[in-house]
């Protein structure tokens, strides 16, 4: 899909549809008034939110969709909703070249985000279908400014979005531990700013956590560390690498484990922030740390009741192997401490279904031991329409954690299980430095289809992650 810009009036344009914002009691401010205003009367059209309205006409541009954007001024949620109706109806209609016209004052980057999120669908363990063969090659951006950066940034945070929902949807019996790896070493291979080390076995074997958790699966566990160095502050991300999650021993019903390909999207984020740090090119160093295992109940699996060691020394006792994920995290946070001088650690895990009953399917919980960074990361969601609540650090729900054998236990109790999860892992983190997690259970996947996203995986905090990083 190509991109340009054009100031010419909207009755000049030839695409095969035209993307038109309307406000609600305002008038349709364009060359083309007259053509669409009858038809808005007729239809009871008023530009009410999460209203749209097809206009067919005899001239130039044969089909207008008309997008109700409500009386308030859009956020970026909104405009991103924009782009991406725009596409579906694009793609609707069979057509190939989409124009836009954009108001003063709007987001570009997220308009072609929009269109390009909009437009995705993953179909490659499909047979061919008709919707393969349709393809939006032609937006033309209706604006007299110059938006030329603005496209290149929506179009690399779309292109990340995209790289982590296909590793997500993919097969989970693809989407191993060993083909994260690959995808981390290619990564490196491909660009001179990125390295990459996938650990060797025998420095893998301090970490308790995660060969604990791999000791059910026959596939082989794979810890990666990714480095882009870009200037002197270090922030390091932690992505939650379960390629599939059946529970353990402690296995999941079958309805519970339908999604839990889903449980790398953490990894996911990761990856695909680093499949676009060469081209935005931030001024910081940026760690990517991936434990990566499935979680299954093989013959050798973790027993409830076990007692493993994570790299810091610290003893866990894992009475439910299904609260796996703060188990490998342990070691990624533990040779965080050990190897890198980190200013910032971040977490993402799709780590507890209590966070999906706290705040629903939408809503991302964080957790964090620093104010500044808290507000950060909520202000860089807002930026970017991700929706993140933060939750607390509750000290006195540590002891619902205590062990009667171990340093600490990876279960917390009926109640509060988001917070005890998110305490579970501050445990790991290095002395006095930054941290915050980010609980994206629930935002990580979709079973609703929406312009923005259809069923499967979202790439939730991907772009907040980005806007954090590339301080925007
Ligand atoms: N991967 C799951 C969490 C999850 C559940 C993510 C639903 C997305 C949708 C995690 O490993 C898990 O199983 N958590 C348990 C923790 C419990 C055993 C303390 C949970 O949430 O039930
Ligand atoms: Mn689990
Ligand atoms: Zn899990």
Redesign the pocket.
């Known amino acids: 899909m190509t991109f340009s810009v054009s100031s010419k009036p909207l009755s000049a344009q030839n695409a095969d549809l035209l993307l038109l914002p309307v406000f609600e009691g305002e008038p349709v401010s364009s060359d083309i008034q007259g053509l669409v205003e009858k038809r808005m009367k007729r239809e009871g059209f008023t530009g009410k939110k999460n209203t749209t309205l097809l206009v067919q006409t005899q001239t130039e541009v044969q089909n207008i969709v008309l997008i109700g954007m409500g009386k308030d001024e859009p956020n970026a949620e909104d405009i991103l909703a924009f782009g991406a109706i725009g596409a579906r109806k694009t793609k609707a209609i069979r057509g190939e070249s989409l124009a836009v016209c954009i108001p003063n004052g709007w987001a570009v980057e997220h308009i072609v985000t929009g269109i390009l999120l909009g437009n995705y669908s993953f179909t490659k363990h499909k047979n061919k279908t008709l919707e393969q063969s349709t393809h939006i090659k032609n937006v033309t951006l209706l604006t007299s400014a110059d938006v030329k950066e603005n496209i290149a940034y929506g179009e690399t945070i779309a292109s990340a979005v995209m790289f982590a929902r296909d590793l997500v949807n993919q097969s989970p019996s693809q989407t191993t531990p060993s083909y994260l790896a690959a995808i981390a070493m290619d990564l490196a291979k491909n660009n001179k700013d990125i390295s990459c080390t996938v650990l060797p076995r025998e420095e893998m074997e301090k970490m308790g956590g995660l060969m604990g958790i791999a000791r059910g699966s026959s596939q082989e566990p794979k810890f990666i560390h990714l480095t882009y160095k870009g200037g002197e502050k270090v922030v390091t991300l932690a992505g939650?690498g379960?390629t599939f999650?059946s529970?353990g021993l402690?296995i999941?019903s079958a309805q519970?484990m339908e999604?839990?390909k889903?449980?790398m999207a953490g990894a996911a984020v990761v990856l695909a922030v680093f499949s676009v740090l060469p081209k935005l090119k931030p001024k910081i160093t940026v760690h990517g740390l991936i434990p990566a295992t499935e979680?299954m109940p093989g013959p050798g699996a973790v027993k409830p009741g076990d007692v493993v060691t994570a790299m810091n020394g610290k003893t866990i006792e894992i009475l439910?192997t299904?609260?796996?994920?703060r188990v490998i995290l342990a070691d990624a946070l533990s040779y965080a401490g050990k190897h890198i001088q980190s200013d910032v650690i971040i977490d993402f895990a799709?780590?507890?279904?209590?966070?999906?009953i706290a705040l629903g399917e939408d809503v991302a919980g964080l957790f964090s031991n620093n104010k500044d960074l808290a507000a950060a990361l909520l202000k860089s969601a807002k930026h970017t329409g991700e929706k993140v609540w933060e939750l607390p650090l509750i000290e006195e729900y540590k002891d619902k954690l205590q062990s009667h054998v171990a340093d600490i236990k990876?279960?917390?109790g009926k109640y509060g299980?988001a917070i005890?999860?998110a305490l579970f892992i501050q445990e790991f983190v290095p002395q006095g430095t930054p941290w915050a997690h980010l609980d994206i259970?629930?935002p990580?996947?979709t079973e609703k289809d929406t312009p923005l996203c259809p069923h499967g995986a979202t790439g939730f905090g991907i772009r907040m992650i980005l806007d954090y990083l590339s301080n925007r």
């Open positions: 939650k379960i999650d529970g402690s999941k519970g999604t839990m889903l449980d979680n439910n299904d609260a796996e994920g799709t780590l507890t279904g209590a966070c999906m990876n279960i917390g299980g005890t999860g259970a629930g990580s996947f």
